[in-house]
């Protein structure tokens, strides 16, 4: 008896997934930043928690050059960050 899966009926609509994958960077727009990131990951043994300003800014490029969806840094794992950047603004006025 055969179970093959019917892909040809017009129920089936395909869609992009959610979140998780997003387009190559064809052009290297982003090359530098993820090779900073890749070299910090190395010095510091794969502890990316010690990478992640490195990170943050690889993720800034991809969102401001259209290569993923842009999201709230702070959605992103980056609150933090974001708060010490706010903290060192009111401390230079």
Do not use: I
């Amino acid at each position: 008896m055969s179970t093959a899966m019917n892909f040809g009926s017009k129920s089936f609509k395909p869609r992009p997934p959610d979140k998780g994958s997003f387009p190559l960077d064809h052009f290297g727009e982003c090359k530098a930043f993820k090779e900073k990131y890749m070299k910090c990951l190395r010095e510091n043994g794969s502890d990316n928690s010690l990478c992640r300003h490195e990170s943050k800014e690889y993720l800034e490029c991809r969102m401001d050059r259209r290569l993923m969806a842009r999201e709230p840094l702070e959605k992103l794992g980056f609150k933090d960050l974001m708060e010490e950047k706010v903290e060192s603004e009111n401390q230079k006025v």
